[in-house]
């Protein structure tokens, strides 16, 4: 049996009615995707900012950083979740707007490219945090030198995000 994107317009208008019908909620979804984004991008953006600037400093000063970094993830996953259920929701809105929109597809790649490039950036920071990486050597130069261009990776897919999802919600 193949499932038609009337079907899952069918399925799905009851919650198309109350979004559409109710601006407490789609205000309320909006606002809270709009919260996921300046939480979850702020602290990955500071936190990218701080691995660049630190990573010319001294080992003792690194390895506290890289302790830093390791209490934001939480923070992080926690706001990509919150973007990831009110963007589903408002993609439930109106599945055949947003579902067709090339916009879309491109926002929902950077994102997994975010998503990628932050289990890299953790895998990475982990590496360094061990003990026979705390030592200034050849192979912590070339994580520190992952660590630097995942951050700035970092920063770039937060922002091109932001913008695809802007340009989504102008053109639908």
Not at 45 to 71: C, F, K, M, V, Y
Not at 92 to 110: E, R
Not at 146 to 170: D, E, N
């Amino acid at each position: 049996m193949i499932i038609s994107l009337n079907d899952i317009e069918q399925l799905l208008s009851p919650w198309q009615n109350a979004y559409s019908d109710s601006t407490v909620i789609s205000t309320s979804i909006t606002a809270m995707h709009l919260i996921g984004m300046l939480v979850g991008g702020g602290l990955a953006i500071a936190a990218d900012r701080a691995t660049l600037r630190i990573s010319h400093e001294q080992p003792g000063q690194r390895q506290w950083h890289l302790g830093e970094l390791n209490a934001i993830h939480r923070p992080v996953l926690v706001a990509m979740l919150l973007l990831f259920v009110t963007g589903v929701a408002m993609l439930a809105a109106d599945v055949t707007t947003f579902v067709t929109s090339p916009v879309l597809w491109i926002k929902l790649g950077l994102v997994a490219l975010l998503v990628v490039n932050g289990v890299v950036l953790e895998r990475t920071e982990t590496a360094l945090r061990r003990p026979d990486k705390s030592a200034e050597d050849a192979a912590a130069a070339k994580l520190w030198d992952r660590l630097r261009f995942s951050a700035i990776v970092s920063i770039a897919l937060w922002i091109s995000t932001l913008v695809a999802g802007s340009v989504l919600v102008s053109a639908a």
